[in-house]
């Protein structure tokens, strides 16, 4: 079946650094991939969606210099968190809408990030 | 019963026993609806989904429903197991596959 495997699990970094983290659809082409963030006992908020080729689409009120996605190839999104603080620590999780089927949408497993 | 948490409100049954999750979502314009299972420090499962001109759609041992009037949709869970419990969302999308999730439901089973 489809899977969609994130990079890191978890992460720990020094405040003030940035840190990357990878989306990848491992056996599918994913035109669209989805990142979002989610606190603990807290839902899933849709940080932003990746479009292959073009500028992400952010949700209103994400920073887009501070969240910095790349969507280079049908099977590769990257999540930059920029200039990381304590309060950006938390679960990010991808997701990736297999092409053409649009609706069919797989989850990574999700990485911790925590910014000491 | 239930009770509401810090965040999450959560739902105790005995194994066994048959369970249900409620859900309310919000924008009438979306056509397809999502259950997805959480288990702590991992991403979404997908459960089960259905789409809009369904009203029902079954599992194994879960079932979908969805009423559109109200705006409501449920997780049935028969013969409830350790081994469900979990977080459970449910997420709505219209186009383009942005799925909205709800707040989610923590399902404890006891023995």
């Known amino acids: 079946g489809a899977v969609v495997s994130q990079h890191p699990s978890w992460v720990i970094c020094k405040s003030g650094t940035s840190v990357k983290i990878e989306c990848r659809s491992l056996?599918?082409?994913?035109?669209?991939m989805f990142w979002y963030r989610q606190f603990p006992k807290q839902s899933l908020m849709l940080m932003a969606t990746?479009?292959?080729?073009?500028?992400?689409?952010?949700e209103q009120g994400v920073e887009k210099d501070k969240f910095l996605i790349n969507h280079a190839s049908l099977t590769l999104s990257t999540l930059t968190v920029t200039s990381a603080h304590p309060e950006d620590s938390s679960f990010y999780i991808c997701?990736?809408?297999?092409?053409?089927?649009?609706?069919?949408?797989?989850f990574g497993e999700g990485s911790w990030l925590t910014v000491v | 019963g239930e009770s509401v948490g810090l965040h999450l409100p959560t739902l105790s049954v005995q194994e066994g026993d048959n369970s249900i999750i409620n859900c309310a979502y919000s924008?009438?314009?979306?056509?397809?609806f999502i259950w997805y299972k959480q288990e702590s420090g991992k991403g979404p499962q997908f459960i089960i989904d259905?789409?809009?001109?369904?009203d029902k759609r079954q599992g194994q041992r879960v079932t979908v429903l969805l009423n559109k009037t109200v705006k409501h949709l449920s997780l049935q869970i028969a013969a409830t197991q350790p081994g469900d419990s979990a977080v459970y969302f449910c997420?709505?999308?219209?186009?383009?596959?942005?799925?909205?999730f709800g707040t989610g439901t923590r399902l404890q089973v006891t023995l």
């Open positions: 056996d599918f082409q994913a035109t669209t």
């Open positions: 990746s479009n292959e080729g073009s500028k992400a689409t952010y």
């Open positions: 924008n009438s314009a979306s056509d397809y």
């Open positions: 259905i789409r809009s001109n369904m």
């Open positions: 997420a709505e999308t219209g186009t383009a596959s942005k799925l909205t």
């Open positions: 997701s990736a809408s297999r092409a053409p089927s649009g609706n069919t949408i797989y």
